[in-house]
Structures are given as structure tokens and as C-alpha cells.
């Protein structure tokens, strides 16, 4: 009938000013839980990476702001680990990578990452031109 067909993700999105142009996206995922949203004072992500340290997750930026997070688990001796008689074995110990595109309002160059009790956080500022500005009436 002449309808262009949009994906359910995209019309999710559609009403909160993402255009195909300039919207955040996940490019390569992971099974990691994660939560990411955006207030006043920019975007933010937590991700929970309960068995990881600090040294072995690296977060880079590349060009087209995408954000790419990678963890690499130091690797397990698996004659210790096969010595080991689990009645429960849920932790995941896995290596992920993660890229996601950054819409372009955001500073990317200036974000900000803590990880604290297993929680990775990211917060990227608005860009100052980006931000609602206060117009007086004269």
C-alpha cells in the first residue's frame, strides 16, 4: 500500500528524536545485563560485571562515536577449575565486546567510567551547543 515498513525498534524510538542518521545503536552485543538512558545532563550506562576487574575491561572510543567496551578474563587454570565439585556453576566468567553507536550531541571525548561492587558506569556529557538554553524575554 505504499508503507515504508520500520522496525518495531525503530518505531520505539522514533518519538524520542532518534533519526537514522543520528541515533544510538547496538552494533555488536553482549548477554551482559546493562541499562542505559539519557537525563539533562547526558547519557548513562551501567553494566553489571560482577566477576570482572577493573584491568581486564577496556573501553575505547573510534571514529563515528562508537563507544566499544571489551572484557578479556584472565584466563583460569582449568586443572584447578576441573578439581572443583560445583553443585551451582551460574557465574559468568565469559570474554564479551560490546560497540555502540553514540548519537552525536553527545561528547563522547569527555566521558567519565567507574566501576565500583561490579557495576561498570559510563556518563557522557551533552554537548554544551546541545544543551536547552534559557531565553529572556525583553
Not at 542518521?21 to 539519557?38: A, F, Q, S, V
Not at 560485571?49 to 572484557?71: F, P, Q, R, Y
Request: with cysteine.
Amino acid at each position: 500500500m505504499g508503507d515504508i515498513m520500520i522496525s518495531p525498534w525503530e518505531f520505539f524510538f522514533k518519538d524520542f528524536g532518534f533519526d537514522r542518521e543520528d541515533r544510538w545503536d547496538l552494533i555488536k552485543h553482549t548477554n551482559y545485563p546493562m541499562d542505559m538512558w539519557e537525563d539533562e545532563n547526558g547519557l548513562h550506562i551501567e553494566m553489571v560485571t560482577v566477576s570482572a576487574t577493573k584491568d581486564e575491561i577496556k573501553i575505547e572510543t573510534k571514529d563515528n562515536n562508537i563507544l566499544k567496551l571489551v572484557c578479556n578474563r584472565v584466563k583460569v587454570d582449568k586443572a584447578v577449575e576441573d578439581k572443583k565439585n560445583y553443585y551451582v556453576k551460574k557465574i559468568s566468567r565469559k570474554d564479551f565486546e560490546l560497540e555502540i553507536k553514540i548519537q552525536s550531541k553527545f561528547d563522547i571525548d569527555k566521558l567519565v567510567a567507574n566501576m565500583k561492587d561490579g557495576l561498570l558506569s559510563i556518563d557522557i556529557p551533552i554537548k554544551p551547543e546541545n544543551k536547552p538554553k534559557q531565553i529572556k524575554i525583553g
